[in-house]
């Protein structure tokens, strides 16, 4: 069947439309071509590398993305890689990979843990005929670095933090092609954001509003005139609540904030301290998370993660510096990795493996006088004392109690300084 294609942006919806309504005459499709200058092909399975129709073949075509993954995964597990290596190659290489399509698509949430699972497994050092232990759960090596983490990705998170780009783009760009084509099918009579699934809805439809989720979290209207925004129901005030001052008794539920502005464009309460346009002009959804207001992936992500487990902690300022302690020092990757293991209590220190089961006795083989925990290892033990006195911060170490290997990491830069860290 012939269709049409357009070079540019995400097309596969596009020309889904056009090639496959039965509606669109052939001297319109002519016009079309004319208009936006398209080409005309005659098969059109894959266009830029992602398949233009998504129906059955959903399921080979991401399976071939997950294989490619794979495929460089077990080339690399015959390599001897350091952890540091390892991590680059995570996340330069496998995690770049099916990038591209998830940024269009929603990944099968069961195709995502299988990638997941194969690069924890590279991580740890399991091969096919060997298994290692997996020291640390997936979701705590995906933290932020300055969260306690490694900075890998969650594959489903960014996925939807991608596709809500391209809800950032229907609503900031609504005179694009795929954003006029998607209203005219979807939300013909209402705005993107309350835009319903509908009947029948393509793939691509469903990834898009799957991705709206995190818009609905993480936009905030900027008040211009205040006319599009309704006082209780909208997200307008910077800390994202009802604004303080209460709506006065007059105000009805359905209240809009031009109600709230006086005629000479003055706030009508003292209390709300939103910044006003010297001329008024149309309100605008913006991103809460930038201070330009924009929509950015990686912003995205910090928030589709937060909605997948609610109940994550968040980063307060101060442990943001305690674990800077370890990334922002300049030596070697896997140095900064064994920092962070011996920080997360993640080695395979005797009291670690005795936990697990693998050893009898938690006492520390080499002085026999009590457990080996990771602070005993490195620091407490006589032996490892021995080991600090030919180094210049003995002093230091000699005075040191049992705590864990963060604060001691710290207490190290404190009194020496980074360069000598380093
Ligand atoms: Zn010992």
């Not at 390892?86 to 069961?110: C, D, H, N, R, T």
């Not at 005629?263 to 149309?282: A, F, Q, V, Y």
Request: aromatic share 10%.
């Amino acid at each position: 069947m012939e269709g049409i294609s357009w070079k540019g942006g995400n097309s596969a919806e596009i020309f889904k439309r056009i090639s496959k309504d039965s509606g669109i005459s052939q001297i319109q499709k002519e016009e079309f071509k004319n208009i936006f200058r398209l080409n005309v092909v005659t098969k059109h399975e894959r266009y830029l590398g992602l398949p233009s129709m998504v129906g059955r073949r959903k399921i080979s075509f991401f399976n071939e993305i997950k294989l490619r993954g794979l495929s460089k995964l077990s080339s690399w597990q015959s390599k001897k890689f350091s952890c540091g290596g390892k991590a680059m190659l995570i996340k330069a290489v496998v995690q770049a990979i099916p990038a591209y399509a998830m940024s269009v698509f929603k990944i099968p949430q069961g195709l995502c843990e299988d990638i997941e699972k194969a690069i924890s497994r590279f991580w740890w050092g399991s091969f096919d005929t060997h298994r290692s232990i997996h020291w640390a759960r997936w979701e705590r090596l995906c933290h932020a670095k300055i969260r306690g983490g490694i900075g890998f990705r969650e594959f489903s998170g960014f996925n939807q933090a991608l596709n809500a780009k391209q809800g950032w783009r229907i609503l900031h760009n609504p005179e694009s092609l795929m954003a006029q084509i998607l209203k005219a099918k979807y939300f013909k009579h209402s705005s993107f954001m309350e835009a319903k699934l509908g009947s029948n809805p393509s793939f691509v439809w469903r990834s898009i509003l799957w991705g709206r989720q995190v818009l609905h979290k993480g936009l905030r209207w900027r008040i211009g005139d205040g006319k599009q925004v309704k006082i209780s129901e909208n997200n307008w005030v910077k800390n994202f609540e009802i604004p303080r001052a209460n709506p006065q008794p007059s105000l009805s539920m359905e209240a809009v904030v031009a109600e709230l502005i006086d005629g000479s464009n003055k706030w009508r309460e003292d209390l709300i301290r939103t910044p006003l346009p010297k001329t008024p002009r149309p309100d605008k959804l913006v991103w809460h998370f930038d201070k330009h207001g924009i929509y950015s992936a990686k912003s995205g992500y910090q928030l589709a993660v937060n909605l997948k487990s609610p109940d994550r902690p968040s980063c307060s300022n101060i442990s943001k510096t305690i674990w800077k302690v370890i990334w922002v020092n300049d030596i070697p990757e896997k140095v900064k990795i064994f920092m962070w293991r011996a920080a997360q209590n993640v080695l395979p220190t005797v009291e670690n493996l005795w936990k697990r089961k693998i050893v009898w006795d938690p006492v520390c083989q080499r002085c026999c006088s009590m457990s080996e925990d990771v602070f005993h290892a490195l620091v407490g033990c006589k032996f490892a004392r021995k080991v600090w006195k030919l180094t210049e911060f003995y002093e230091e170490i000699k005075v040191m109690a049992h705590q864990d290997m963060l604060s001691v990491l710290q207490e190290l830069t404190m009194k020496r300084g980074k360069k000598d860290i380093e």
